[in-house]
């Protein structure tokens, strides 16, 4: 008999259907070979699946970890939101539950709360640095005002307004052979605070819809141009997205607070 598995597909950082970025989520009983959970993100075919099994460590409630159709990655921000509104809703059972949290491998503990008719996520706040990356930028074929980047192949480049980021034609294929770094373009919005477009190519997805783990790396990075706080983005994709971002300092680590809404889209069972 085949293993079944419960299993979501829902559409965070979006408010209806079809908006957003889709992540399946899928709740294990037990972890499964790293190979398998790599060939289930391949079949969903998403950014990212998302698989949580119950922490029996009790640093925190669940175990999370992220696979995109070619491997698994270290942080994902927009499936762990999605893991939280399933699983707020999923472990509800007539309660008002408010807070779930995940113990990552790479990531630490991240949690996710409810937030009015949505939910915040906290990231580990991503910084970065004044740099020079010549083969990505020939590669997107517009010209950056500036470069930063991290170590962790996180790379920020700032276009004057929202028309250049909208108007990017990249290389795709070219930017895929740099590695799967990710290449963060961004600007001052025409309606928002801040907007932006992320391609991940080296990591199987050309262009990303909604990238938490991308902002971030921008919610440090605009908190100290645009000198507040909190401030508001919009992820320019296809599909397209809005969070809320704000920035909180702790001794222990900042803290980058990504908010917005869920969409479950479909629910039912994975037969493995």
């Known amino acids: 008999m085949p293993q079944k598995i419960p299993y979501w597909h829902v559409d965070a950082f979006a408010a209806k259907p079809f908006g957003g970025n889709q992540a399946a989520v899928m709740v294990l009983e037990e972890w499964l070979p790293d190979d398998v959970l790599v060939a289930i993100g391949a079949e969903n075919l998403f950014a990212e699946t998302a698989f949580v099994v119950r922490d029996a460590t009790g640093e925190a409630d669940w175990e999370l970890r992220w696979c995109t159709p070619t491997y698994e990655i270290a942080l994902c921000g927009h499936a762990t939101l999605a893991s939280g509104h399933i699983l707020l809703t999923r472990d509800a059972e007539g309660q008002s539950l408010e807070r779930v949290t995940f113990r990552t491998r790479k990531s630490g503990v991240l949690e996710v709360v409810r937030a009015g008719e949505g939910y915040e996520l906290a990231l580990p706040a991503i910084h970065t640095a004044p740099g020079e990356y010549p083969e990505a930028v020939a590669l997107l074929g517009a010209q950056p005002a500036e470069v930063w980047r991290n170590d962790a192949r996180y790379n920020i480049f700032l276009f004057e307004n929202e028309a250049a980021i909208r108007a ?56 100290k141009r645009l000198g507040r706080e909190s401030f508001t983005a919009h992820q320019a994709s296809e599909r397209g997205g809005d969070l809320t971002l704000r920035l909180a300092k702790d001794p222990a680590g900042d803290k980058a607070w990504l908010g917005g809404p869920c969409v479950t889209v479909v629910e039912g069972s994975f037969y493995l």
């Open 168 to 223: 990017l034609n990249p290389d795709i294929r070219g930017l895929g052979k740099l590695g799967n770094d990710q290449f963060i373009c961004t600007a001052p919005g025409d309606t928002t605070d801040i907007v932006s477009r992320v391609f991940v190519p080296g990591g199987g997805v050309d262009e990303d819809s909604v990238t938490g783990s991308a902002h971030a790396v921008l919610t440090p990075y605009w908190a």
